[in-house]
Every structure is written in structure tokens, then in C-alpha cells.
């Protein structure tokens, strides 16, 4: 199957910085990326869905500038979390589904713990 | 909204079948029933997928019901490494209404398997 990526897969930080976590698919072009945040203990949660070359579209209760989603290429997004704060520590995980098909495809996953 | 029911946690020894349930009681017509597992600390991966036949791959079997409204995955001789959170979803799964077709997951069912 397709194979997508993330970097880093862990990453701390200090409260109040900011934090970019990048996502690719490595062998299709992704026309669609979604972002899921999982708490520990629970399951992933949709933050958004960002098109290639179009703005992001936040689920409800999510911060759009505090979770800055950029999607300028077919192989890549990025999330960044801005200010970041220990309650945003969390596991951050991409999804991509290519132009062709419906299938999406998930990244391994980036453990983001803010100190 | 979830639109399907689990039971949260399952136990299956090592080698036998596991039968995992779940109910999708307002599924509708044009709806597919997807399993994705989570392995701890890793991202979502795709196990089987089907619209009303019942479905097998190398990996599982999936049997539904022919109401639609339930559906059991299968894992015939499951090991330890199935060890994992199953998540029961039904989504659209369509090329032409791509905007509504998003992976949410529910609580799942977390199957531990024992020697």
C-alpha cells in the first residue's frame, strides 16, 4: 500500500514555543491530508482536512490559529503548534488520500510532549 | 456522531479466532464498513473493508450481516501481535462525494491476545 511519513516521530518542546510537525506520502500524490490528535487512552480525534493549495477546514472546538495547518504540495503537509502548552501534548497523526481512489492512508505518528 | 457500537475490550488466546462485533444499526445504503487496527504507539492501518458481501484477505475475514446493521471481523489463528485496538468504522468511501468522506473513529474494541 501507499506510504505516508512523519517528522520527527517524537518531539519536546518548551511552553510557549512552537512546534512543526511535517507529514509526506512517499509514493502517490496526497490531495487531501487530515490531521487527528490522540490523547492518551482515548481515540483519534479529526482536527482538520486541508486540500492541496486551499485553506484547512477545522472540525469543531479546534483552534485554527493555534493549530496552523499548511498544505502547499501534493507530497506534503505540515501542522504547526503555535505556543505550544503541556495540554497539547498529545499524539499527532496524518492521514493523505491520494486523487485517485478513496483510500486513506495513515502516518505513523508524531508524540509531541510540551514540558 | 459515532455511528458504531463496540464493546470496548475483547481477550482471545493465542492461536484461536477472534470475532470481533460491531453494530452499525443506521448504516445506510451507499456506506461501507471499514476495520483499521492501532498497534500502541503506532498509526491506524487498514485491515478489510465491504459493502454487504462477506470479504477475506491475508489478513482477516469480515461477515456481514445481510441486514447490514451488524458485522464481525475475524482473525483466524490470532497471535500476539494482533494485540492491538480494533475500530469499526463506516464511511462513505466515495469518488464523487470526497467532502463528506472522512475516517472517524469511535472508541474501538481493544482485543488483547494471551498465551
Known amino acids: 500500500g501507499a506510504v505516508v511519513s512523519q517528522h520527527p516521530s517524537r518531539v519536546i518542546c518548551k511552553s510557549g514555543t512552537s512546534v512543526k510537525i511535517e507529514c509526506r506520502s512517499l509514493?502517490?500524490?496526497?490531495?487531501?491530508m487530515f490531521w487527528y490528535r490522540q490523547f492518551p487512552k482515548q481515540s483519534l480525534m479529526l482536527m482538520a482536512t486541508?486540500?492541496?493549495?486551499?485553506?484547512?477546514?477545522?472540525e469543531q472546538g479546534v483552534e485554527k490559529d493555534k493549530f496552523l495547518i499548511n498544505h502547499a504540495s501534493l507530497t506534503l503537509s505540515t501542522l504547526t503548534v503555535t505556543s505550544a502548552h503541556p495540554e497539547d501534548s498529545s499524539f499527532y497523526i496524518c492521514?493523505?488520500?491520494?486523487?485517485?481512489?478513496?483510500?486513506?492512508?495513515f502516518g505513523p505518528g508524531t508524540r509531541l510532549t510540551v514540558l | 456522531d459515532a455511528k458504531t457500537t463496540q464493546p470496548p475490550s475483547m481477550d482471545c488466546a493465542e492461536g484461536r479466532a477472534a470475532n470481533l462485533p460491531c453494530n452499525h444499526s443506521?448504516?445506510?445504503?451507499?456506506?461501507?464498513v471499514y476495520w483499521y487496527r492501532q498497534i500502541h504507539s503506532q498509526g491506524p492501518q487498514y485491515i478489510i473493508h465491504?459493502?454487504?458481501n462477506n470479504e477475506t484477505n491475508e489478513m482477516a475475514s469480515l461477515i456481514i450481516t445481510e441486514d447490514r446493521k451488524s458485522s464481525t471481523l475475524i482473525l483466524p489463528h490470532a497471535t500476539l501481535r494482533d494485540t492491538a485496538v480494533y475500530y469499526c468504522?463506516?464511511?462513505?468511501?466515495?469518488?464523487?462525494?470526497?467532502?463528506?468522506?472522512?475516517?472517524?473513529f469511535g472508541p474501538g474494541t481493544s482485543l488483547s491476545v494471551i498465551p
Open positions: 492521514s493523505a488520500r491520494g486523487s485517485v481512489g478513496y483510500e486513506q492512508f
Open positions: 509514493d502517490f500524490q496526497a490531495t487531501t
Open positions: 486541508s486540500n492541496e493549495g486551499s485553506k484547512a477546514t477545522y
Open positions: 443506521t448504516i445506510s445504503g451507499n456506506e461501507y
Open positions: 465491504g459493502l454487504k
Open positions: 468504522i463506516v464511511r462513505v468511501a466515495s469518488l464523487v462525494e470526497t467532502s463528506y468522506d472522512k475516517v472517524i
